[in-house]
């Protein structure tokens, strides 16, 4: 578990991150959402130990990351792209960082194997493309085998293959019991990988809560209708208390009522329906109309 307590981190003048609090509870991935400038890497760093708090705290299964004696055994981070030497094979990179914590060498090929890059163990990293980085970086956080993984921006440089794989490896490792922290900028990748959200926006926390919980709470569902006679079915559905907008020949939007009522009532009076498609409010929509207004840049 990681838990963020009235956190505060002031660079000069400048307050990047003002009293902040959430949890990071195991078995779920957890979207570290925010505008740029927001304070989301300074948390990050916090939370890893590289920089100080100027008040508050962050822990990680309890205790300051740095004061744990295994820190790559509790938490495995990938901070942009892991900085690794370019002559340095893939395998060696990891053997060095496995030496550090006496994990044993047959790990380092376990986790070359994880991220797809075995074939790959004796190229230099200098050869490596930015996905094949981002691929070792990532093997880097899993390499003592955690509890808890903090990621940022992890699909940057992966192709759709890798972005399907990481989705796929970061609910896997949710579904172990693992702590998982994930900041990104890609809405629709959040959609289909987090399951909670901790959203901050000049440094201060706006939401804590549930994918579902914030799209049903900022976003507005609305059904799609098609049918023969649409004025007769908009009418209808206006009598409902439906808000009902037209979207094109024989289509209307409707908010305020259910696919399923709307079947029942166009049946009851005798209106021909050619479709109900129900419309979900996009995580997207949800997250520009709560962070509207806390960006940087306008």
């Not at 893939?90 to 194997?113: K, N, W």
């Not at 990293?125 to 093997?139: D, E, Y």
């Not at 914030?214 to 206006?238: E, F, I, K, N």
Request: glycine share 12%.
């Amino acid at each position: 578990m990681i838990q963020v307590r009235g956190l505060t981190k002031r660079y000069g003048g400048v307050t990047a991150v003002h009293d902040l609090s959430f949890t990071v509870r195991p078995g779920q991935v957890t979207g570290f959402l925010g505008p740029n400038g927001s304070g989301k890497s300074t948390t990050m760093r916090v939370i890893l130990g590289l920089d100080r708090p100027g008040a508050g705290s962050a822990t990680v299964n309890g205790r300051p990351y740095a004061a744990h004696p295994d820190p790559l055994r509790q938490a495995g981070s990938l901070l942009e792209v892991t900085p690794a030497h370019g002559g340095r094979t893939a395998y060696h990179h990891l053997l060095g960082l496995a030496r550090t914590h006496a994990i044993p060498a047959a790990r380092v090929t376990e986790v070359l194997a994880l991220v797809g890059l075995a074939e790959a163990a004796g190229r230099r990293v200098g050869g490596f493309s930015l996905g094949m980085r981002q691929r070792l970086g990532i093997a880097a956080a899993l390499l003592g085998d955690p509890s808890a993984i903090i990621l940022d921006e992890p699909v940057n440089g992966l192709d759709p293959d890798g972005v399907l794989w990481l989705r796929t490896l970061l609910k896997s490792l949710a579904a172990e019991g693992r702590t998982v922290l994930v900041s990104s900028h890609l809405m629709s990748e959040m959609a289909l990988t987090a399951r909670h959200l901790a959203i901050i926006g000049r440094g201060r926390l706006l939401a804590d809560i549930s994918v579902a919980d914030l799209v049903a709470r900022v976003g507005a569902d609305a059904v799609l209708v098609r049918g023969p006679r649409p004025t007769d079915l908009r009418d209808l559905l206006v009598r409902h208390q439906a808000t009902v907008t037209a979207t094109g020949p024989g289509a209307l939007e409707v908010a305020g009522l259910s696919a399923e009522t709307i079947s029942a009532l166009a049946f009851r009076a005798g209106l021909e329906v050619h479709e109900l498609t129900p419309r979900r409010a996009s995580l997207e929509q949800a997250y520009m109309e709560l962070t509207r207004g806390e960006k940087e840049i306008r």
